[in-house]
């Protein structure tokens, strides 16, 4: 989506939609201009008391065809402004975009000044995120533009486009075409794309460098929702690499992509005992945005890459399966990230690296039993072949380490025991730094992608003691998500670190007005926020 600052007043902008956002605490007299265009809706709206302002309140006005101003007006109540959050106005954004949809209008703009005081630049940056992140679908498997019913198979054979390229060229990721996209909205089936916003206010001057910042973070999740929403057989481990290769061209980033040979000097053993039942090759990436001092230590983000969890010898049920294709969302929000670091160019070296493979049952699987090595040189015991994220984590820590970070933080689809603990509004965070990880919970209360922590006592470490190996890969069901943790934490040297479980957080249903159901490209922008704040940007 395309966004545009405007110091155009709201009643002069000429646009098919003007959505205004409306505080219940502000007088409406200062809408007056506005309110004429409409012919007094918003007026009478009040005096019946159907609008009061009140948290979501609505009315829409028409304007006069041909005067030149807004074509619609389109009131959204907030409630207080004082009790107002950034996640308030991130959903405000995303009704504006939904109007739009309903209207079948592809452009709409904001008219933020209402809300007063309270308008900072974490009001604007979250505004331009609702409004990006709301735009985002994803139609790129279904028969395109042509609309003919070979359109899928020939997608498919040719793969899919790049989300990277595709938003280079100023174009939106998924373009409007016949095809229905992931969580249609109530717009139905040929639901516009809407592809631009103005931001408009007279102190939009303002605004330009909340909006570069809240458009950047946005897009970067909008594409770890695309690499998300596509289905293993297109989405496989080199597929990645050659998305972060594409990553690394458009942000000015460099790349370095193992293979199997590199890896086996490298001697990620875990890894490759995870890929050996798949005839798709794993692959780590390695993408580094060199923007600090130079040689300065970087920050380290990790982001599980498995691109189908089908548990390996120790099989899932089939119910539900399919979902594992989301088991990479770590790696797709790592990727994500490192597109916005780049592009923002933010004043710290930071390098994202994502292990990649698939978890199948075969001839050659590793099989529940066998003890396989590590890159740290720990044997491990693997009790269950569904256990892998914290094996291909384990090696993708381990290299990471070796560079003496500032700081690691990985995040991975790791346990169904947090969903169970956390359910889907928050990702569990543990780690070994207090420090991080306060920051990390203020980046993602930031964010609108909120954590929550959980300890990890040296007692749970006792669950993972084998009778054959160093460790094993599974401590029982007590603790789940801890002990993965715990595992993990192995791994990592002695750089401070932390662990987000992403596992209920990741995708799903959704009531946030500025989401589809599917893919939620969580965490990239908690990530984001965190470097962000870590460069002192
Ligand atoms: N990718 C799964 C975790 C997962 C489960 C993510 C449900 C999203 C929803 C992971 O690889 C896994 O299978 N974990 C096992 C570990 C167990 C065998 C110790 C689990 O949680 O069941
Ligand atoms: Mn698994
Ligand atoms: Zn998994």
């Known amino acids: 989506m395309r966004l545009e600052v405007s110091t155009t007043a709201p009643e002069e902008v000429a646009t098919p939609l003007m959505a205004v956002v409306v505080a219940s605490d502000r007088s409406l007299d200062e809408l007056d201009a506005l309110d004429r265009v409409v012919g007094g809706v918003l007026s009478r709206?009040?005096?019946?008391?159907?609008?009061?302002?009140?948290?979501?309140?609505?009315?829409?006005?028409?304007?006069?065809?041909?005067?030149?101003?807004?074509e619609r007006v389109l009131f959204l109540g907030v409630g207080d402004s004082e009790s107002l959050t950034a996640e308030d106005v991130r959903g405000v954004g995303g009704r504006a975009v939904r109007a739009a949809e309903r209207h079948r209008v592809e452009s709409l703009a904001l008219g933020l000044e209402h809300l007063g005081g309270a308008l900072d630049g974490r009001w604007v940056q979250a505004a331009a995120e609702g409004l990006v992140l709301a735009s985002w679908r994803f139609d790129e498997s279904r028969g395109g533009a042509s609309g003919d019913a070979d359109g899928d198979a020939r997608r498919v054979a040719n793969g899919p486009r790049s989300p990277v390229v595709e938003s280079e060229r100023g174009r939106p990721p998924a373009q409007a075409g016949s095809a229905t996209p992931v969580g249609e909205s109530a717009g139905g089936r040929d639901a516009v794309q809407v592809g631009s916003a103005t931001l408009a206010g007279a102190s939009g001057r303002q605004w330009e460098e909340p909006v570069r910042v809240g458009h950047a973070f946005a897009e970067a999740e909008n594409l770890a929702r695309t690499l998300q929403a596509r289905p293993g057989n297109v989405a496989t481990p080199s597929h990645l690499a050659a998305e972060a290769l594409r990553i690394a061209d458009a942000a000015g980033l460099e790349c370095e992509v193992l293979?199997?040979?590199?890896?086996?000097?490298?001697?990620?053993?875990?890894?490759?005992?995870?890929?050996?039942?798949?005839?798709?090759?794993?692959?780590?990436?390695?993408?580094?945005?060199?923007g600090g001092e130079n040689g300065a230590a970087p920050l380290v983000l990790v982001g599980k890459g498995l691109t189908f969890d089908a548990g390996g010898i120790s099989l899932k049920p089939a119910r539900g399966m399919e979902k594992m294709k989301y088991d990479m969302s770590g790696g797709a929000a790592v990727l994500g990230a490192m597109l916005a670091i780049g592009r923002l160019g933010l004043p710290v070296n930071v390098t994202g690296v994502v292990p990649s493979s698939e978890n199948l049952p075969s001839g050659s699987a590793t099989k529940p039993g066998d003890v396989i090595s590590s890159r740290a040189g720990k044997s491990i015991e693997v009790i269950n072949t569904d256990a892998e994220g914290r094996l291909i984590l384990a090696d993708a820590?381990?290299?990471?380490?070796?560079?003496?970070?500032?700081?690691?933080?990985?995040c991975a689809t790791l346990t169904g025991a947090c969903v169970v603990a956390l359910g889907h509004h928050r990702s569990a965070l543990l780690g070994n730094d207090e420090g991080l990880l306060d920051e990390l919970r203020t980046a993602g209360d930031r964010a609108g992608e909120p954590c929550w922590p959980l300890p990890l006592d040296a007692a749970y470490r006792r669950q993972l003691r084998s009778d054959f190996a160093d460790l094993k890969n599974v401590g029982g069901r007590p603790a789940g998500t801890i002990t993965a943790a715990s595992f993990l934490s192995e791994f990592v040297e002695d750089a401070p670190w932390a662990h987000l479980d992403i596992a209920g957080t990741a995708y799903g249903k959704t009531r946030k007005p500025y989401l589809r159901n599917g893919p939620a490209g969580i965490p990239c922008r908690l990530l984001l926020e965190w470097v962000r704040a870590r460069a002192g940007a």
């Open 397 to 410: 820590l381990h290299y990471a380490s070796e560079w003496k970070p500032t700081a690691i933080v990985d």
């Open 45 to 70: 709206a009040a005096a019946s008391g159907d609008f009061k302002g009140r948290r979501g309140d609505r009315v829409t006005g028409y304007g006069v065809a041909g005067a030149g101003g807004p």
């Open 259 to 290: 293979g199997p040979s590199e890896m086996e000097a490298e001697g990620m053993d875990a890894l490759l005992s995870v890929a050996r039942g798949s005839v798709e090759e794993p692959r780590l990436i390695v993408l580094r945005h060199l």
